[in-house]
């Protein structure tokens, strides 16, 4: 489920875009820091509890009819 570089990839991608709005005009400095800081505490509270409620999810969708084969990312 967690794919670090991805993962690193998608951190550098929202630095730039943090950088640019800041540089831009768009956002103050502070702005930019508080939405990683947000994104950080929301991931870090939300991570566990979607792990536990995977697998529970995916034994719902396979007794619907929905399987490892029609949808490759449910594996």
Do not use: C, Q
């Given at each position: 489920m967690?794919?670090?570089?991805?993962?690193?990839?998608?951190?550098i991608?929202?630095?730039?875009?943090?950088?640019a709005?800041?540089?831009a005009?768009?956002?103050?400095?502070?702005?930019?820091?508080?939405?990683?800081?947000?994104?950080?505490?929301?991931?870090t509270?939300?991570?566990p509890?979607?792990?536990?409620?995977?697998?529970?999810?995916?034994?719902?969708?396979?007794?619907?009819?929905?399987?490892?084969?029609?949808?490759?990312?449910?594996?």
């Amino acid at each position: 489920m967690f794919d670090a570089p991805m993962a690193i990839v998608l951190w550098i991608l929202a630095i730039f875009v943090g950088g640019a709005r800041v540089l831009a005009h768009i956002h103050h400095t502070i702005d930019i820091l508080g939405s990683y800081t947000i994104a950080i505490m929301s991931a870090t509270i939300l991570y566990p509890l979607i792990s536990k409620l995977r697998a529970p999810f995916l034994r719902v969708l396979k007794s619907l009819g929905f399987g490892e084969k029609e949808n490759p990312i449910l594996k």
